[in-house]
């Protein structure tokens, strides 16, 4: 064989073999959640256990983690497993973390607002958010626990107070609103859900919840009644779970579903996969509103590029404009609490 033919394409495999390396090399990423023997925190850990781009699975709760832990830890999968129980052990639960998840706190019952369960769950993010300034400084922080409106600025003051604040890190989860609107608008339209997406942009609760349908791919179109009726629902999705339930809490499984999808998204930045982008809610100057979800592309320090909210129909620009006041509101109180109490 001629030989230059033979040096050519013998450097073209070195080249492609490290291009392949560069592309799947992975960073060992190291996920905590923080709530994981809740109803969203156990399907949650199951699903990060059973993924390769999991490596560390670290239980934290205040009950039951050694069973959680003992239980996901004899599953065949890479995740080495660990429980951690009680605050005396976020230490060890936190330290060394690339992401923290976090649905500890109240669910709602029938006839709460998410607003209700702020008193409660306050307190139990913002002594949260200070274990993951203390020990895992640089982790991404996904927050589940509502009201999302509410708890990402409590977070968010914590890591501003202990001076480790990263607005590029922490991010409110609101990947079940999207989650809902592609399944909703497949199940109108008949398409396949997988296929379906559909960005969500403002907050977490009621009429925050802005399904921007008019972005959707592929391309759908409605009546004006029904896409009211479209919005209103995905708007509503979380009480109608929680009617459904009787009592017995809100959405778990979905929310497992979507927390691991924003979990995975951010293991996926992590390790240097570009186009990774996400809605989730984080500090913005996108609208008058200082945080606000829209798409974000996600990098290995989190936030890399804010998307924007794109071209809105005037229903949703109408929509935005309703929803500001409301999360300024929700912002200023959770502030407050940290801000004021101290
Ligand atoms: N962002 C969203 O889209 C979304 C969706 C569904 C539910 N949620 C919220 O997620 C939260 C959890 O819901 P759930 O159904 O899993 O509730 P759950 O009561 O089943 O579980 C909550 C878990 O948090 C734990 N916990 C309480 N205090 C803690 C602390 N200080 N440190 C660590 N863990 C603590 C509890 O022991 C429990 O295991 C609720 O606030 C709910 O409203 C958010
Ligand atoms: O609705 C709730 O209280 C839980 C969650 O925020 C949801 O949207 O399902």
Redesign the pocket.
């Known amino acids: 064989m001629n030989v230059f033919l033979l040096r050519s394409s013998a450097s073209a495999e070195v080249v492609n073999h490290v291009r392949r390396l560069s592309t799947t090399s992975t960073k060992n990423v190291k996920v905590a959640v923080?709530?994981?023997?809740?109803?969203?925190?156990q399907p949650l850990a199951l699903l990060l256990k059973q993924s390769p781009l999991v490596t560390k699975l670290s239980l934290?709760?205040?009950?039951?983690t050694p069973g959680v832990a003992a239980d996901l830890s004899h599953i065949d999968s890479p995740a080495v497993t660990s429980g951690h129980n009680g605050?005396e052990n976020l230490k060890d639960a936190l330290s060394g973390m690339d992401v923290v998840i976090i649905?500890?706190?109240?669910?709602?019952k029938p006839g709460m607002t998410?607003d209700d369960?702020f008193n409660t769950?306050a307190s139990?993010v913002r002594?949260?958010a200070e274990a993951c300034a203390k020990y895992c400084p640089k982790a991404l922080i996904g927050?589940?626990?509502?009201?999302?409106n509410s708890t990402v600025p409590i977070a968010s003051e914590v890591l501003k107070k202990a001076g480790t604040y990263d607005k590029r890190r922490i991010f409110?989860?609101?990947?079940?609103?999207v989650v809902r609107s592609n399944a909703f608008i497949a199940e109108a339209k008949k398409l396949d859900p997988r296929k379906v997406n559909v960005p969500v942009i403002g907050g977490?609760a009621g009429i925050t919840i802005i399904p921007v349908i008019s972005q959707a791919t592929p391309s759908v179109s409605f009546e004006k009644n029904q896409l009211e009726a479209l919005t209103l629902r995905i708007q509503d999705a979380?009480t109608e779970v929680v009617k459904a339930k009787a009592g017995s809490?809100?959405?778990?499984l979905s929310?497992a579903y979507?927390?691991a999808r924003f979990a995975f998204s951010l293991c996926k930045a992590i390790n240097g996969e570009s186009n990774v982008v996400e809605c989730a809610y984080i500090a913005s100057d996108i609208t008058e509103s200082p945080y606000f979800a829209t798409p974000i592309k996600l990098g290995k320090d989190g936030v890399a590029d804010n998307l924007g909210l794109g071209k809105l129909s005037s229903y949703e620009q109408d929509l935005v404009q309703a929803a500001i006041p409301e999360l300024q509101k929700s912002i200023k109180k959770g502030e407050d609490f940290v801000n004021k109490s101290s």
Not at 103 to 108: C, D, I, L
Not at 143 to 148: D, H, K, L
Not at 172 to 177: A, I, K, M, R, S
């Open positions: 923080c709530g994981a023997s809740g109803g969203i925190g934290y709760d205040i009950v039951h605050p649905p500890a706190g109240v669910p709602r998410r369960l769950n139990i002594d949260l927050i589940i626990s509502n009201p999302v409110g989860v609101t990947t079940l609103d977490h979380g809490g809100s959405a778990t929310m979507a927390g």
